[in-house]
């Protein structure tokens, strides 16, 4: 877990909602060194030891209930993760892609929604 947590500090430092693009229909997360069960499993243990004992805001819980769901169920439509990660506020697919891939995820177009 100290390798993890380690990593995940280190993650932490960069510059994480700025992605690459590959074309433009694929982004991926700079998050490198773990895969996404490290990642919750990480970032649940920040959460409980930095954020919550402090009361300060933070936006954990959100990223992680999307982790959740994407591990158990394999991916997750964009809009449906960014309103799970961040209720009542406005969606844009630029705005979700920033902060959901702050976790070591890809994000992939399927099609044209109209």
Request: hydrophobic share 40%.
């Amino acid at each position: 877990m100290k390798h993890f947590l380690d990593v995940f500090n280190e993650q932490q430092q960069k510059t994480l909602s700025e992605h690459q693009a590959y074309g433009t229909d694929v982004y991926v997360s700079n998050c490198e060194g773990m895969e996404l069960t490290d990642y919750i499993k990480v970032a649940s243990v920040v959460c409980a030891q930095r954020h919550q004992p402090t009361g300060m805001l933070c936006f954990c819980e959100g990223l992680l209930k999307v982790a959740r769901c994407i591990e158990k169920e394999g991916w997750m439509n964009l809009k449906e993760a960014f309103m799970m990660s961040s209720p009542g506020r406005v969606y844009s697919s630029l705005h979700a892609r920033r902060k959901l891939l702050q976790m070591p995820l890809a994000a992939v177009a399927v099609g044209n929604q109209k």
